[in-house]
DNA sequence: GTCTATACTGCGATAGAC
DNA sequence: GTCTATCGCAGTATAGAC
């Protein structure tokens, strides 16, 4: 791999761990065993590092979150759609975690991650939509927004609402699923008769992942 | 007034106006035209002043949050009661808007923190059982405890939520009225007959809150 | 209590040799 | 591409005069 791609990566890891604004070049580069001369022939700046990552990361979520006709028609495949964005959410947990910190120093980035959220919330209408015309949930049209906007937060507040909670737990996966089950147990009262048995068969889902990962 | 507290009221306005990361000592000195040297000799450095407003805070909210028989028999007191916690929210935003920063590098105040949301948390409850006793709304004890999380979740995530969707944007006292409209919502579907129309005259309250506050 | 001046620190970033 | 050495800066905090 070559050294710029290497600096990404221990800079992600670093970052997860120990949260953004704790991480300097120099740890960076003491990490990888590298000179902080070498990672600033790869990078112009931290900034630089982040912008990277944060593009890496907006792909991925571009396409994972792409709606899929197959996705909201089944439990299951439904299931498949939600882990992989909470895996996202996993392997970038430092962004959730500092968000507004991170924002308000760049706001070059602040730029990307408006496009990224315009995106992401046209993708959550249409599948919202879906389930509606499926009769899953039944919503006007502003209860369909208001909804959205309380799934949006729970989702990007979550890591850091649970950091403040409990500050001395580091982030686990079991974190995230507990996140996902606070974003159904708000659905759940919105389903109709059919559409409470999928979130049920996902409530027991994600149940059974936390157990798993305590453990 | 005493310059202790002329510190502690300059920094509150600058933490909230600039937010508290892009606020120095020595800005904090300059804005009041006194030297850094004499809020060094006042305060032992940055945390203690920080402390001091959190100290303010705990015990405001302490008791603005204690249930009040009266606060949940009808709308209009009720409203009083959001009302006085908002204010709140609004007086001391700027720690909102930076809560997993702020804790992260002082652990003291972390406790403290702690010790006042698992008081809200008791509040909360509390309030929220006696809404079910009154038929207000209908839930198991699951389904409460989620929707207390759900709750205290957008109470405190709003703020930063807001500035990180649109960060050019001031924090407003309006915004401040979303979030509670925001919180309504959620409660909206979980209601019984009268509980819903005292959530949807709330509601209207505060949508004409925002109007006045926009204009 | 308040000031001026200054020491200390850690981080971001660069220069120049290899 | 990588290293060593080092600069500059901003922010925290203190010393000592008044």
Redesign the interface.
Known sequence: MKTRDKIIHAALELFNDG?E??VTTNHIAAYMGISPGNLYYHFRNKEEIIHSIFDEYAQDLRVRFQPREEAVLSADSLLQYLDAVFMLMWRYRFFY?????I??RD?VL?HK??EA?ENLHQDIMVVMRHFRSLGLVTLNDD?LL?LA??LK??A???I??Q???A?EAKITKAVIYQGVL?ML??IR??TSMEGRDVVLQLESHYCDQVERDVS
Chains 1, 2 share one sequence.
């Not at 975690?97 to 910190?101: E, G, Q």
């Open positions: 949260g604004p704790n975690a500092n968000l507004p910190d924002l308000s706001p602040q991650y408006l959220q209860d208001s906007t309380t937060l729970v990007t507040s979550w850091s609402y950091t403040a909670q500050p606070q147990s708000v009262p919105l």
